[in-house]
C-alpha cells in the first residue's frame, strides 16, 4: 500500500467526505478526491485506503464507472486495502463481492434508528457504548449481502453496515453535515415532494442529532484508521 494517500470517490459532488475530511487530514493523511465519471484507478495499492461515497443512482443501472468501481472494490478486498463504503458505497461492496442489489420496498429518508449488532460493536462501531443509534439515512435501494459478510448494524427495514475482510459497507450517512443536507434538500427536493417528506423534519432544530453524528463518526474513523496501520 502506498504512504498516506486515501482516493475518494464522489459519486456525486454535494456527497463528500464532510465530517470524516478533517478526520484524515489530520492523522496526515493526503486525500486524492475523483468525481464519478472520471477514469477509476486500477491499481488500489496505490492507496492506504478507498473511501467510496454515496450518490442518486443505482448499482443496478450498470453505469460504466460504477462497474470500474465495483472491480477496484474487488481487488482491494483481495489485496487487504481497506475499503470504507457509504450509502451507494455499500451497496457497490456489497454487489461487487457477491451479494445483490435491488430497490427497497420503502425509502429511508431523514432520521432513523438503527441497532448495532454485537459484532458491529466489537468491531467498526467499537467504543460506542448505546445498542441503537439515531442517523441520518438517504436510501432508496438496498441489498442482500453477500454470504462471506458479518453484520455489523440493521434497521427496522434493512441492514445497515456490514463487513467482508477490509471493506466496510455502511448505509446511513455519519459524514453527513447540516450545510450537507441543506444542499441535499434542495437538490432532491423532488424526491421528498414525492415521498411526502417535509424537510423541516429534517433539517429543523436539529443541531443535537448533527453534533451527535460528528461523535460517531469520530469512532468509526479511529476504528477504520487501524485497519489502515498509518496511524
Request: glycine share 8%; charged share 25%.
Amino acid at each position: 500500500m502506498s504512504g498516506n494517500k486515501v482516493l475518494a470517490i464522489q459519486n456525486s459532488g454535494i456527497e463528500t467526505l464532510g465530517n470524516l475530511e478533517k478526520l484524515f487530514e489530520s492523522d496526515g493523511y493526503v486525500i486524492e478526491s475523483m468525481e464519478a465519471g472520471t477514469l477509476v484507478p486500477d491499481d488500489p495499492t496505490n492507496y492506504s485506503a478507498i473511501i467510496i461515497l454515496g450518490g442518486y443512482m443505482s448499482v443496478y443501472e450498470n453505469l460504466p464507472y460504477l462497474i470500474k468501481e465495483q472491480e477496484l472494490i474487488k481487488k482491494a478486498n483481495a489485496c487487504k486495502v481497506p475499503v470504507l463504503g457509504i450509502c451507494l458505497g455499500s451497496q457497490l461492496i456489497a454487489q461487487a463481492l457477491g451479494g445483490r442489489v435491488y430497490r427497497g420496498k420503502k425509502k429511508e429518508i431523514g432520521w432513523f434508528d438503527i441497532a448495532l449488532t454485537d459484532e458491529g460493536r466489537r468491531d467498526i462501531f467499537r467504543g460506542i457504548m448505546s445498542k441503537k443509534l439515531k442517523v441520518f439515512q438517504w436510501h432508496g435501494d438496498t441489498f442482500d449481502l453477500p454470504k462471506t459478510a458479518t453484520l455489523l448494524a440493521t434497521s427496522e427495514h434493512y441492514p445497515q453496515a456490514f463487513r467482508i475482510g477490509t471493506s466496510v459497507g455502511i448505509l446511513f450517512h455519519l459524514e453527513i453535515q447540516a450545510k450537507m443536507a441543506e444542499k441535499w434538500v434542495k437538490e432532491y427536493d423532488l424526491e421528498l415532494e414525492q415521498e411526502g417528506i417535509n424537510k423541516d423534519q429534517i433539517l429543523k432544530n436539529r443541531d443535537y442529532e448533527f453534533n451527535n453524528l460528528v461523535d460517531r463518526c469520530k469512532v468509526v474513523y479511529s476504528n477504520f484508521s487501524k485497519m489502515i496501520g498509518f496511524v
